[in-house]
């Protein structure tokens, strides 16, 4: 069966398509995949995984179509971005021109 592979940086992406036996595991695919020697940096003990944007285990079977995603580590909070992506409020009791 078919499936993909997919892993991005900043600057380079990899999207792999393969061919699995029914069966294949999640860390099977991503093995076979030879998506781990284009990137060693990715390390399955420490990153997140999914399927089509939905976190999945490591031991999870795939199904035809699967498109298998390695996410990179968060250096960022969230939360801090977001404060800085806000815009200002005015302030309060200020004079309008």
Do not use: C, H
Not at 9 to 31: C, F, M, N
Not at 35 to 52: A, M
Not at 70 to 85: E, H, L, M, N, S
Request: proline share 7%; hydrophobic share 40%.
């Amino acid at each position: 069966m078919k499936i993909g592979v997919v892993y991005a940086l900043p600057s380079r992406q990899s999207w792999l398509s393969i061919d699995v036996p029914e069966g294949t595991t999640v860390k099977e695919a991503i093995q076979k995949s030879g998506i781990l020697n284009q990137f060693p940096e990715i390390d399955l003990e420490t990153q997140k995984v999914g399927i089509f944007g939905k976190a999945a285990a490591l031991d999870a079977v795939v199904e035809e179509g699967a498109r298998i995603e390695i996410y990179r580590p968060i250096t960022v909070d969230p939360k801090t971005v977001k404060r800085r992506a806000a815009p200002e409020a005015p302030a309060a009791g200020g004079t309008e021109s």
